[in-house]
């Protein structure tokens, strides 16, 4: 055992690294679907910290081992192996700071990004850049890395694009997309659960045997999850729900569980089908558009062109009379064109009224809610203090008001995205809570390696007192879960930073674009890890959450300023985390020390 308080300041500093990692990563995560009103926060930290738990544990070895090994010469270290310790302690150190730091503020970088660049600092602060494996390596070197999180951005916005295309042109633009949904719903459950399931089998841990299982043996178990399950969920989900909206009948609890076998009921009490009317005949291949998306591919750019006419008029006018001694006073053709609004634009307009107005009295329902809490603490007895003062600490970060009420700045791109017949976006809800669950799986799979690689390192050299090699240093399972657990409670205590940022603020969420996206991303990180890749979940969800906003048909439905934003965050991270930990390293490493006078020599 060498060095055992290298070994106890880096479980420490590791349990930070991966809360930060919770903070910001996870919150980029499940922000889409809070946004969506799928989840609410605390149903978020729930879910956060079952997945992350288990997806760290089951599959979260193989990226561990690529952050430990992959991106700096350990060889180098062989002669002196405690300073690889001191090493991967420094970069776990520059990498929870710089995470933390950007979480405070709100800035949703790439915490593989921090990690990957506090290694980097470290190596080069120890041995120059010589230490450093830059070449491509068949993906597996330095740049295969970096070209990975590239290619992560591109593929899974393509994905989740493409998803959301597919069902927007077969369910969502019709008229009848409830009864569409009703069929190619059980298909898109199925589709779900064979990911979980390959995410599950493809490539897990080696103390579960997962990793023997062939490739053959992989497809068999997805297809059959897959086949299996849309028959299910359509027996059981899809006709229950047909005979409950559209037949409207007074179904019971039991008769969902009965499902197919189900007794006919009797419709109940105050059931209106006026509204399927126009549909009756029709049925399933009726084409006729929902009147959102007429308006939307018909009507919105003769709209938009309209306004913009009116603001070249409205500016041409003000310049007009900045010129003139006296301004011209307003006409019926001026009102006209300022009620010439769309539905959407006039309700942004009034909600940027209501976010003007709680600016200028500089009150929120956040500040209303804390007001009357300090009113509450200075009445309470002792207990009652305590009581207060705990339940304040453990629900502040999943109060909803410190997300939703929070101003989230311009949103006009919101106008530019078409909505969806409600009881169609009802049937995704279900589907998004389970990708938001298997996004928090592949992030626990993927991103736990960030803080237990470099703890997984610190741990073998005081054990063995040598460097880790490529097959003798598996990663433990206590460290896995100890990452996955500590990632959900920074989502619960410090994600809120983070997911007040995002959410509709980067375009428009609903539940079944949150699905799009969730699955996008989740295939994208699932494969990556299993290919030892460390890429980043943020870049993933932020290129698929960009993809569905691309695939609304307009490019003005996402926020391009926040995208650049974010992208600059990314640039910055590396560098950022590399100077910090490789500064660290250095002042440690090469000290004036007690234990050696040159005086002596």
């Not at 989740?160 to 409830?178: D, E, I, P, T, W």
């Not at 490739?215 to 849309?230: K, P, Q, R, Y």
């Not at 008769?255 to 009317?277: I, W, Y």
């Not at 913009?308 to 001694?325: F, G, N, V, Y």
Request: proline share 3%; aromatic share 12%; charged share 15%.
């Amino acid at each position: 055992m060498f060095y055992s308080y290298i070994l106890g300041i880096g479980v420490v500093i590791a349990g930070l690294d991966a809360f930060s990692i919770g903070a910001n990563d996870n919150a980029n995560n499940f922000a889409n679907a809070i946004a969506a009103k799928v989840i609410t926060p605390f149903q978020a930290v729930a879910i956060a910290i079952v997945f992350e738990f288990l997806g760290a544990i089951l599959v979260g070895n193989n990226v561990a081992e690529a952050i430990r090994g992959r991106i700096i010469n350990v060889n180098l270290f062989s002669s002196n192996p405690a300073l690889l310790q001191l090493g991967m302690l420094c970069a776990l150190i520059g990498s929870s700071t710089w995470i933390m730091i950007a979480t405070r503020y709100g800035w949703p970088v790439s915490t593989t990004h921090s990690i990957i660049g506090a290694v980097i600092g470290m190596g080069i602060a120890a041995f120059g850049s010589q230490s450093i494996s830059w070449e491509y390596n068949t993906g597996r070197g330095l740049s295969g890395i970096v070209a990975s999180w590239f290619i992560s951005i591109a593929v899974s916005g393509v994905m989740a694009g493409a998803l959301y295309l597919v069902m927007k042109f077969s369910v969502l633009r019709y008229k009848n997309s409830f009864q569409r949904s009703l069929v190619f719903g059980p298909i898109v459950f199925g589709l779900t659960y064979g990911i979980m399931v390959l995410a599950l089998v493809w490539k897990g841990t080696p103390k579960l045997k997962l990793d023997k299982i062939s490739d053959n043996e992989v497809i068999a178990i997805v297809l059959g999850t897959w086949v299996c399950t849309s028959a299910a969920t359509y027996l059981w989900v899809s006709l229950p729900l047909y005979r409950y909206h559209w037949l409207g009948q007074d179904l019971r609890w039991i008769d969902f569980l009965l499902g197919p076998v189900a007794c006919n009921r009797p419709v109940r009490a105050g059931f209106d089908d006026s509204h399927q009317e126009a549909l009756v005949g029709k049925g399933l291949f009726n084409s006729e558009l929902d009147d959102n998306f007429v308006r939307a591919e018909e009507e919105i750019a003769a709209h938009n062109a309209k306004v913009e006419a009116d603001a070249a008029a409205a500016a041409k006018l003000a310049a007009s009379e900045t010129e003139s001694e006296e301004p011209r006073k307003p006409t019926a053709t001026d009102a006209e064109a300022v009620s010439a609004l769309t539905p959407e634009q006039e309700e942004l307009a009034a909600v940027k009224a209501k976010l003007a107005a709680y600016e200028a009295k500089n009150d929120t329902p956040r500040k209303v809610y804390e007001r009357q809490w300090r009113e509450d603490f200075r009445n309470a007895s002792v207990l009652g203090k305590a009581y207060l003062l705990g339940r304040y600490f453990i629900m502040f970060g999943i109060d909803g008001r410190e997300i939703t009420d929070y101003n989230q700045g311009d949103r006009a791109h919101l106008a530019f995205a078409p909505r969806h017949e409600g009881r169609t976006e009802e049937m995704y809800k279900s589907l998004n809570v389970i990708t938001s669950c298997i996004q928090a799986f592949a992030h626990g799979s993927n991103d736990v390696a960030n803080a237990i690689g470099p703890l997984s390192t610190i741990y073998f050299v005081w054990q063995n007192n040598k460097i880790p090699g490529a097959s003798n240093a598996p990663v433990e399972l206590w460290q896995l879960g100890y990452g996955g657990i500590m990632i959900g409670l920074g989502l619960w205590f410090y994600g809120y930073n983070v997911m007040r940022v995002l959410g509709n603020n980067l375009t428009y969420q609903s539940p079944s674009r949150g699905f799009c996206m969730d699955v996008g991303s989740a295939i994208t990180v699932i494969i990556a890890s299993k290919e030892g890749f460390p890429v980043s979940t943020t870049q993933c969800i932020t290129g698929a959450t960009v993809g569905v906003g691309i695939a609304n048909g307009d490019l003005r439905s996402v926020n391009w300023k926040l995208f650049l934003r974010i992208f600059a965050g990314w640039i910055i991270t590396l560098p950022i985390a590399g100077l910090l930990s490789g500064c660290i390293f250095g002042f440690v490493a090469f000290a004036p020390s007690a234990a050696f006078n040159p005086t002596h020599v």
